[in-house]
């Protein structure tokens, strides 16, 4: 549970780090999320779980 609850901060932090450095940059990638199709989100939210669990899988083996 604790590996979880790092990995749910990390998310916070990092996505923190995007909207404080560059908001400007934030909206236009949620503008550009809102342009696409629903199977090309759904296709880049797979690839990112597969790469994901395939880190988790390396570091933690």
Do not use: C, H
Not at 28 to 47: E, F, H, Y
């Amino acid at each position: 549970m604790s590996d979880f609850l790092t990995a749910v901060g990390l998310v916070l932090a990092l996505e923190g780090t995007l909207y404080a450095l560059a908001p400007g940059g934030m909206k236009n990638v949620m503008r550009s999320a809102l342009q696409m199709p629903d199977q090309m989100l759904r296709m880049a939210g797979l690839a990112a779980l597969a790469v994901g669990v395939f880190l988790v899988w390396l570091i933690r083996g």
